[in-house]
């Protein structure tokens, strides 16, 4: 373990080694459920700001790991940081979601792309990374992450979120060297992007897929698995001696985790459509698996939460392997309190699955 | 074959018999894409009175297959006729989808509940169904339809449309027997529904599960599957003398499609992001598969559409069990070309795969 880690369970689990508990932590984690994030949220004045700040960004960071037990901590950041710092012109709009304001639309668009230098153009985020390891000061490790080239080129080229993805699904099928082009610059800023990182701090990384799971099969190799793998090729695996997991996670994907399985990362995440039992039968001991609870779970009482994360072990089972999660983002409304009586249900009940 | 009807490739299909070609039907076919059934929304007013006006809703009905080569008509309706006959105050408002005014919330309102008589509280449909039998004349067979409980459930419950589902899956979770009992009073009205559409002359039913590929997999056969397979026991399974075939739909079931495959239905529709080769080993011989060629295909051009109906041919490959469908319903600002250029494509393509 990395000599300095108080707390390596998280790590030991992704490489699938002997645990005496199951590690957990939530994806948003870091997020609008907490008043504490809410009154530093308003402090920045913008979202973009608190990312962008990294006074601010370390502090929001700490903020769930002061209130839970929790197993990890994950950078807090954006996943359109690399088409912000490619100049696109992010811009979130209260209640509105994310908007890019010179969307890739065209192939003299995306040729004009050019892969950001983490060091200069997202060194506030490289800044934040060592900031959060120094003042976590071993408790636990950290996760750094970044969004899927293909997920973060929906918002390149939607120009922000979307329902059915006309746009770029329009693109996909009439200007496939297009997407590609954009496919291959944003993979390769991600693969600097996530090294820098590492060489900053993060002792795992994950990628998120949010939006793979709405492609057909094959297109979703093409164009989002591809990418991935092309990062995944790229990426620092080892750091001060420390090996460095890597979690992929595409929404939706439970069709796809074959797919998956093939690629050479530590763990697949599973959104909670997915049975974990299935999963582990599919993706076979390769790989660790991370998730899976419903988040509308929270908004049920702390008994009922209490049973469902045991439902969520007990489809895992026994053995290594398994990082208890959500499998999605905690909403913004759930009551933090809720949030305490899952961690608190992993901390008691998963030890029965490593004897 | 039914003595009047002229095409009864779409009925063979479903019920894996040999046929010369792959049938073809697009869910939402006869909807907002076509500028005459813009022009009959507009003379009707309002999309419920569209519905519930036996002469628009036959009209709306026939208009895609007077352009189209198509082999099936579908009931021009909507999954939420039920609990408008149940009273509960359904609204559209345009721009905003459904809103149901007086939501189903807590153990009285569900008591509250009752079975409409579709003879009487859904005369409507049934005068729709036999009108639209009688002008048909034979041309292609008439599909039935209703939403899965579970579906139609997120909506009187939530009171319309909705992302997260919080408060279905709070009742789920914190009051399962309430949900139970609206599902319960859902499934035998749905049975009862069917089975007057079938009377009146639909000869294939098609059961509509949107929203069951939001759910964990075990609150999936508990809550939607459970009820599904109890409107399928109780449905009129031959009527003058023909076999009814069943279609259940349960978008974003790929992971459920074993559930599926075990329950009495004759087919399977199939979304966009499930492989129709990868789904045909799962289900095995027993189901025909309704499906899959992703909505969006048709934003691109007809070169591009033809190559892609290739494609979800292919996936399917040879021999008998395949109605072609788009994945989802067509989207409202297609280009009606872009339909045709689809419909062509399986006419043109598909005997290949039945030789």
Same mark, same amino acid.
Request: with cysteine; aromatic share 8%.
């Given at each position: 373990m990395p000599t300095e880690l108080k707390n390596d369970v998280f790590?030991?689990?992704?490489?699938?080694?002997?645990?005496?508990?199951?590690?957990?932590?939530?994806?948003?984690q870091a997020g609008r459920y907490l008043p504490e994030y809410r009154a530093a949220?308003?402090?920045?004045?913008?979202?973009?700001k608190l990312c962008m700040t990294p006074d601010l960004a370390c502090e929001v960071t700490l903020q769930p790991l002061r209130r839970y037990p929790l197993d990890a901590a994950i950078l807090?950041?954006?996943?359109?940081?690399?088409?912000?710092?490619?100049?696109?012109?992010?811009?979130?709009?209260?209640g509105e979601g994310p908007r890019i304001r010179k969307p890739v639309r065209s192939a003299a668009d995306a040729k004009a792309l050019g892969v950001p230098d983490p060091s200069t153009d997202l060194r506030y985020v490289v800044d934040a990374v060592s900031l959060?390891?120094?003042?976590?000061?071993?408790?636990?490790?950290?996760?750094?992450?970044?969004?899927?080239?293909?997920?973060?080129?929906?918002?390149?080229?939607?120009?922000?979120?979307?329902?059915q993805f006309d746009i770029i699904k329009a693109m996909m099928y009439e200007e496939p060297a297009t997407l590609h082009h954009v496919l291959g610059v944003l993979a390769e800023?991600?693969?600097?992007?996530?090294?820098?990182?590492?060489?900053?701090?993060?002792?795992?990384?994950?990628?998120?897929?949010?939006? %793979?799971?709405?492609? !057909?099969? +094959?297109?979703?190799?093409?164009? &989002?698995?591809? $990418?991935?793998?092309?990062?995944?090729?790229?990426?620092?695996?080892?750091?001060?001696?420390h090996r460095i997991p890597v979690v992929l996670f595409t929404k939706g994907a439970g069709?796809?985790?074959?797919?998956?399985?093939?690629?050479?990362?530590?763990?697949?995440?599973?959104d909670w459509?997915?049975?974990?039992?299935?999963?582990?039968?599919?993706? %076979?001991?390769?790989? !660790?698996? +991370?998730?899976?609870?419903?988040? &509308?779970?929270? $908004?049920?009482?702390p008994a009922t939460i209490r049973s469902e994360v045991d439902r969520v072990l007990a489809s895992y089972g026994n053995g290594p392997g398994h990082v208890f999660n959500l499998g999605h983002g905690i909403h913004p409304d759930v009551n933090p309190e809720h949030a305490g009586a899952m961690i608190a249900a992993v901390h008691e009940l998963s030890p029965a699955y490593h004897r």
């Open positions: 790590l030991r689990a992704l490489l699938r080694q002997p645990v005496d508990r199951t590690p957990v932590w939530m994806m948003r949220r308003a402090q920045a004045g913008s979202f973009l807090f950041s954006d996943i359109l940081t690399i088409p912000h710092a490619m100049g696109l012109g992010l811009e979130f709009e209260t959060i390891r120094r003042e976590l000061g071993g408790k636990v490790p950290l996760i750094g992450f970044a969004g899927s080239p293909w997920t973060v080129a929906t918002y390149v080229v939607e120009g922000g979120s979307s329902k800023a991600t693969r600097l992007y996530l090294n820098a990182q590492i060489e900053a701090g993060a002792q795992a990384v994950m990628i998120f897929d949010t939006w %793979g799971g709405i492609l !057909a099969p +094959q297109k979703y190799r093409e164009f &989002s698995l591809a $990418y991935m793998v092309r990062v995944i090729e790229g990426l620092k695996r080892e750091h001060d001696g069709a796809r985790l074959v797919d998956l399985a093939a690629t050479d990362c530590d763990a697949l995440g599973v459509t997915t049975d974990l039992a299935e999963a582990r039968t599919l993706v %076979g001991d390769g790989k !660790a698996l +991370q998730g899976n609870l419903d988040p &509308s779970v929270l $908004y049920a009482s």
